[in-house]
């Protein structure tokens, strides 16, 4: 990957839409060329796909982070894989056998529901279970989303 590949991902960061013609207009090069090299990063892996982000008034996102016990961690990661639509996302971190889940509903009572679920379930494999939601998005490049730069006389929370 070379520089105009980065200069590439930067611009579709923000715009996943962003045409061909904009891209090639925006890095010094041709409609066509742009393309191709979209869709070598396509093949590389390198973009492996494109989402489409929707707002939802209300929507609360939750995070969950689980360390499992010593030979658990696949048994626990194949039970919240396979659970609900609530879970969008799933990371393996580099903490030894940690798991990491993105979990997203408009009803603060499916998310509740959900963690009596894993605790029921993996309850005796985990060391450590962790909830967190979260309260305001600061920055979301992947979204397309621009926020506004708050003042610290805005902020109105604890420092």
Same mark, same amino acid.
């Given at each position: ?102 979990? /997203?509903? $408009?009803?603060?009572?499916?998310? @509740? #529901?959900?963690? &009596? ?5 993996? %309850? =005796? ?12 998005? /600061?920055? $979301?490049?992947?979204?397309?989303? @621009? #926020?506004?730069? &708050? ?5 109105? %929370? =604890?420092?």
């Amino acid at each position: 990957m070379d520089e105009k590949d980065k200069e590439i991902l930067d611009l579709m960061k923000g715009n996943a839409r962003i045409s061909y013609q904009e891209l090639g207009d925006a890095i010094g090069m041709s409609r066509v060329a742009a393309k191709k090299r979209v869709m070598k990063l396509e093949n590389e892996g390198i973009i492996r796909g494109y989402n489409t982000c929707i707002y939802r008034e209300g929507e609360v996102t939750l995070f969950i982070d689980i360390v499992t016990a010593p030979g658990k961690y696949e048994k626990v990661l194949e039970y919240v894989s396979t659970r609900t639509a609530f879970i969008r996302q799933i990371y393996k971190t580099t903490k030894e056998n940690h798991i990491h889940i993105v979990a /997203v509903s $408009d009803s603060i009572t499916d998310l @509740r #529901y959900l963690m &009596r679920m894993i605790r029921k379930k993996c %309850g =005796d494999d985990m060391v450590e279970f962790h909830c967190h939601a979260a309260t305001e998005v /600061v920055k $979301d490049v992947y979204g397309g989303i @621009r #926020y506004e730069q &708050r003042s610290e006389s805005d902020d109105e %929370g =604890d420092h």
